[in-house]
Nanobody
Framework: QVQVVESGGGLVQAGGSLSLSCTAS????????MGWYRQAPGKERELVAW???????NYADSVKGRFTISRNNTKNTVYLQMNSLKPEDTAVYYC???????????????WGKGTLVTVST
């Protein structure tokens, strides 16, 4: 069994910073890419950033220059450092990991339950 758990959400004023983390645990053989998505009220879930096991990264245009994704492969953990936060960054942030379980022949996508980030004006 595999679990993906986020932490670090909360309330912050516009212009402030917040850091999220996400750890995958269980019978994991390998993790390919890990990423962060977000879903604001009334909107579809969107990609925020992702990072490969080789630490190549990709960001949504809306967060480039403000957010930084990183990962610790030995800890199966991905981080999202969010700076210069804006009210429009308010959303539930979800962690996603592409994981191959021990004994499995393929990798599958696993999601966390999400953590709420609220940016006030």
């Amino acid at each position: 069994q595999v679990q993906v758990v986020e932490s670090g959400g909360g309330l912050v004023q516009a212009g402030g910073s917040l850091s999220l983390s996400c750890t995958a645990s269980g019978n994991i053989f390998s993790i390919n890419f890990m990423g962060w998505y977000r879903q604001a009220p009334g909107k579809e879930r969107e990609l925020v950033a992702w990072i490969t096991s080789g630490t190549s990264t990709n960001y949504a245009d809306s967060v480039k220059g403000r957010f930084t994704i990183s990962r610790n492969n030995t800890k199966n953990t991905v981080y999202l450092q969010m700076n210069s936060l804006k009210p429009e960054d308010t959303a539930v942030y979800y962690c996603n990991a592409n994981i191959r379980r021990i004994g499995a022949s393929a990798a599958f996508s696993y999601w966390g339950k999400g953590t709420l980030v609220t940016v006030s004006t």
